[in-house]
């Protein structure tokens, strides 16, 4: 069993809100029988406090978090890192992002 870089935008009222619907998603689109590589592997997530920014920097910022081996992010057993995104709808919400079993 490997891991896998995931990256998945999330909306919802709350960060963990957000964060069930996006494990829910990924469950439905990816089965529910593990080692899926998507946040469906994640228990939790774990806010960084970080200036809300677009996607496309949010993903560069996550991208630099495990490329750099980020201990808070750097586990495929640990919690998904959350960032704080506009939308590309203009709506606000999290990047979860990590290293899931695959």
């Known amino acids: 069993m490997g891991a896998i870089d995931f990256y998945t935008i999330a909306t919802g009222d709350s ?16 089965g529910r029988g593990g080692h899926s590589g998507t946040v469906r592997e994640k228990d939790s997530a ?7 920014r677009p996607e496309v ?7 630099a978090l495990l490329h750099g081996r980020d201990l808070r992010v ?7 890192g959350a960032l ?3 939308t ?6 999290w990047l979860l992002f990590g290293v899931s079993a695959y």
């Open 74 to 80: 750097d586990d495929k057993r640990g919690p998904a």
């Open 15 to 30: 960060l963990q809100d957000a964060f069930e619907r996006a494990r829910e998603d990924a469950a439905d689109e990816h």
């Open 57 to 63: 920097e949010a993903v560069e910022r996550a991208r």
């Open 84 to 86: 704080p995104v506009t």
């Open 46 to 52: 774990m806010l960084f406090d970080e200036p809300r």
């Open 88 to 93: 590309g709808d203009s709506r606000d919400g």
